[in-house]
């Protein structure tokens, strides 16, 4: 079945750090790929989406690109802000309405 | 205005209760979805309604069972509830085609005693 695979957290990284996060999937099908933001107490936000391949998906610095060679769809900022300390979900969507999760990776920024 | 409202935002219950959690959206979508989140954050989902019609019905048990009234509104009601079921139940809708995004719920974090 389709899965989506994220490195493991935490990643902790000092202010203005270049942030990576890396995403990989595997589906039938030509999926959208989504980066999700969780901030605590708070449900999910879209970060940023890409529907096909090489799209790259961008916002509040953030970016991401549809790589559908080696499947993957890394989350990349220049230099984190300790607002930027939250978990973050790469996902996928199919045809079916069945969005599939990553495990979620905790970035902590210190100041 | 919010989007994909939930409620209760806490529950807190002994085991062997019945509980039932809210959820609206205002976003005229079509789909909507429970999703569970652990406590290591793993969501998972549960059931997805498409125009009140249930399309997404994962292997949970039957003690679970969502309801849907119109495209606007999804419930969740639970029965017999078990110290397992502790965790924190998100709401989502999405508009059709793929391409379209999740919207969230705040989520209700449900505490069983």
């Known amino acids: 079945g389709d899965s989506v695979t994220q490195m493991e957290g935490p990643v902790t990284l000092s202010e203005e750090a270049f942030l990576t996060i890396n995403c990989t999937y595997t589906?039938?099908?030509?999926?959208?790929l989504f980066w999700y933001v969780q901030y605590p107490g708070e449900g999910l936000q879209l970060l940023l989406k890409?529907?096909?391949?090489?799209d790259k998906g961008s916002n509040k610095g953030f970016e991401a690109t549809y790589r559908k060679e080696t499947t993957s769809f890394h989350l990349e900022k220049g230099s984190v802000q300790v607002s930027d300390s939250a978990v973050y979900f790469c996902?996928?969507?199919?045809?079916?309405?069945?969005?599939?999760f990553g495990t979620g990776t905790r970035l902590k920024v210190l100041a | 205005d919010t989007a994909v409202s939930q409620t209760p935002k806490y529950l807190v219950t002994q085991m062997g209760n019945d509980k039932s959690i809210k959820c609206e959206q205002n976003?005229?979508?079509?789909?909507m979805y429970w999703y569970k989140q652990d406590s290591k954050k793993f969501l998972k989902i549960m059931f997805s309604?498409?125009?009140?019609?249930?399309?997404i019905n994962e292997t949970v048990p039957n003690r679970f069972s969502p309801k849907s009234p119109d495209k606007a509104h999804l419930n969740l009601h639970i029965n017999s509830l078990e110290l397992g079921d502790s965790a924190v139940y998100f709401c989502?809708?999405?508009?059709?085609?793929?391409?379209?995004?999740?919207?969230f719920g705040n989520g209700t974090r449900l505490t069983v005693t």
């Open positions: 989502a809708s999405s508009d059709r085609g793929t391409n379209s995004p999740l919207h």
């Open positions: 589906a039938t099908g030509y999926p959208s």
């Open positions: 890409a529907t096909k391949a090489d």
């Open positions: 996902a996928l969507v199919t045809g079916t309405y069945k969005y599939i």
């Open positions: 976003l005229g979508h079509d789909t």
């Open positions: 309604y498409n125009n009140k019609e249930l399309i």
